[in-house]
């Protein structure tokens, strides 16, 4: 039912950056708040207020200040946003208590004051927002429900042309723009028009499951790439605070392994909320910007919508819980062992009909578990057991989602992670492929020479800064020498020649720790030309001293395994002839390269080794390096 409103509140919010359409899109905090009070039955202004915001990160220039009047020590100086809005609070509810049960609801100017300025900023500065922040009235809208005839209104000189009204600014901005807003909001009242539909902002996010069969339209859909590996749907809920999203609207994407890639589409309610969610790009969650991009509903539905019977009739218990991903549990690990893990302090929700396994085809456990909690309270208290032992095994747990529950279990279920491949013939031992570094002629590369040689991942990652954003999947190869230590070099494939050679000339020589790390653009086959000997600078390649033709094959040493040609990189790794010995002055053993993780393998291929064997290693720590592999086997002739 309708509900009539004793008063409006008017409100407004400056930031030193973009205004109009853009207001909000560049991060910029608050520094001006302004506010007007109008009594409906009355149609009179009864309180007008302005206060500044003190600004955390954002540079007031003295041009904003002059243009406000006033010096920025005023800014500098004033309260922050959380004390700033409860004053306003209590300033409107002492408005309010000359008239017995009276109530109030805000009134705009558009959409962009509250979800993309207040919302947003309040949930960055972990500001609880009152109730009636979540409830305004769109004054343009309320135009258009009024004045059905008039054209859309894009600013408040749109609305009083047409009730030719005089606005002309003769007040400092922001203050003038809502003495505006008071005019027309009077002039609608005096003509009879019923303030009684507010539109709402989605207050918390809504956890659900998405058929297979549904039609998403691709108008409300978008990509956010960047996230921190262990960011939840509730996190990414957050990053877009003031915007509708859909129930279930958020999936995170995993990679091959099944482990979260950074990336996660979100389904909005309508087509205004995704336009404004695209504006978010490049906005900060915690300290990484993400990249929003327009995406499509079939995307959606691919990684939302699963096909797992098992996974649906889980998540079918799913009434509003928390759901807990376990990794790393033993093999053995039965639904008791999960909730003794848990035990009494953090019951699982339906007991056992709570906890569901992730399975290979053969029914073989993968180490893999989801959990249902009742409360954010119990699965927050959950999650303080992370990396507790179960048995002799830590047990890694990650907030989970709907999709991702769907994903994984679709993904072991029907696309093994390790395809099992056909039946190994005589004399071949089964292998998993190297990922292939890649070949052509394109520079989308880059080459670090120099890096320490405990350097991990996580570390070249840090180094390149915002570059890592744009490596490809599966896209950093550490190199290793003969014996299978690393060789101080890795190749980087980035997703474009331009971003590489962006990242070459302001990565190179930087430091990582106390050594400079030279970075250097380059190809696919000048990456193979290294491998074999060459070197590589910013002047160009330099063949290997006394180097062999290119087509010559040699085996540098019994049982190596050397970098495949690049005519292998699409098919099974081919078993290297053995030649007879090279010309001391023409032999230069070649490096070998190890694609660093994560690394998921999509197809099995075979290798016939050379007095030598290779063998699979199963149940490795997640944390495992390269370093701890070699080590492991010391002493065996690895």
């Known amino acids: 039912m309708a509900t009539a409103y004793n008063y409006l509140v008017v409100l ?3 930031t030193p950056g973009q205004r109009g359409p853009y207001l909000g899109s560049d991060e910029q905090e608050i520094v001006l708040l302004v506010w007007m009070v109008i009594d409906v039955e009355t149609n009179k202004v009864v309180s007008f207020q302005q206060s500044y915001v003190r600004a955390d990160h954002t540079e007031v220039t003295e041009e904003f200040c002059s243009e406000l009047g006033i010096k920025e020590d005023s800014i500098k100086n004033a309260e922050p946003l959380e004390s700033v809005l409860q004053q306003i609070d209590n300033q409107v509810r002492n408005v309010l208590n000359s008239t017995e049960g009276a109530t109030f609801c805000i009134c705009t100017d558009g959409q962009l004051q509250l979800r993309q300025c207040l919302h947003p900023q309040s949930a960055g500065k972990n500001i609880e927002l009152p109730e009636h922040y979540y409830r305004f009235f769109d004054l343009r809208k309320e135009f258009r429900r009024f004045h059905t005839l008039a054209p859309p209104p894009n600013s408040l000189k749109d609305m009083a042309e047409y009730l030719k009204l005089d606005i002309s600014p003769n007040t400092m901005y922001a203050t003038g723009d809502v003495r505006a807003m008071g005019v027309i909001i009077q002039r609608l009242l005096s003509d009879g028009h019923k303030f009684t539909s507010p539109e709402h902002i ?3 996010f809504e956890t659900g499951t998405c058929d297979k069969h549904e039609v998403v339209d691709s108008d409300h859909v978008i990509k956010a790439r960047g996230l921190p590996w262990q960011s939840s749907d509730k996190d990414v809920a957050k990053f877009f605070k003031g915007l509708d999203i859909a129930k279930g609207g958020v999936a995170l994407c995993l990679n091959p ?4 890639n950074g990336e996660a589409l979100v389904r909005f309610t309508c087509t205004e909320h995704r336009d404004l969610a695209l504006q978010r790009h490049k906005h900060h969650l915690g300290h990484r910007y993400i990249e929003v991009y327009k995406a499509t509903g079939e995307e959606f539905i691919k990684i939302a919508a699963g096909s797992s019977s098992e996974a649906s009739h889980f998540l079918a218990r799913d009434n509003g819980h928390i759901i807990v991903r376990m990794r790393g549990l033993p093999f053995s690990a039965t639904a008791k062992d999960v909730i003794a893990f848990f035990g009494d302090d953090y019951p699982v929700s339906g007991g056992e009909e709570g906890v569901l396994f992730v399975r ?5 456990s993968t180490g893999d578990a989801f959990v249902l909690f009742a409360s954010e309270e119990h699965a927050t208290a959950a999650l303080g057991k992370h990396k507790d032992n179960l048995g002799s095994r830590y047990i890694e747990l990650f907030r989970s989602t709907t999709a991702e529950v769907q994903q994984v279990l679709s993904r072991y279920q029907q696309h093994p992670l390790i395809p ?5 013939t005589a004399g071949t031992v089964p292998m998993l492929p190297q990922q292939m570094i890649t070949t052509g002629s394109m520079r989308d590369c880059i080459r670090m020479r120099g890096l320490p040689f405990s350097a991990t991942v996580e570390d070249i990652m840090k180094f390149l800064g915002e570059f890592a954003h744009y490596i490809r999947p599966h896209g950093v190869h550490m190199v290793l020498n003969q014996q299978g230590r690393p060789s101080g070099d890795a190749f980087i494939q980035m997703i474009s020649a331009e971003k590489a050679l962006h990242a070459a000339q302001q990565c190179h020589r930087k430091h990582m720790g106390e050594r400079y790390i030279e970075v250097f653009q380059c190809s696919g086959d000048e990456m193979n030309f290294v491998l074999m000997g060459g070197t590589l600078n910013r002047g160009g390649i330099s063949p290997p001293a006394g180097a062999i033709p290119a087509q010559a094959q040699f085996t540098p040493y019994p049982g190596a395994i050397p ?5 292998s990189v699409m098919g099974p790794i081919p078993i290297p002839q053995r030649q007879p010995p090279a010309p001391a002055a023409y032999y230069h053993p070649p490096l070998y390269y190890f694609p660093s993780p994560p690394v998921s393998p ?16 199963r149940g490795l720590p997640f944390t495992t390096s390269v370093n701890d592999i070699v080590s492991f086997f010391q002493g065996y002739g690895n």
């Open 360 to 364: 290979y085809p053969d029914g073989r």
């Open 202 to 204: 989605q207050s918390k």
């Open 420 to 424: 099992n491949g056909p039946p190994p």
């Open 12 to 14: 407004w919010c400056a």
């Open 563 to 567: 970098s495949p040609p690049a005519a």
């Open 257 to 260: 392994q099944g482990r979260r």
């Open 602 to 617: 999509t197809s099995q291929a075979y290798y016939s080794p050379h007095n030598g064997a290779v063998v699979r290693m």
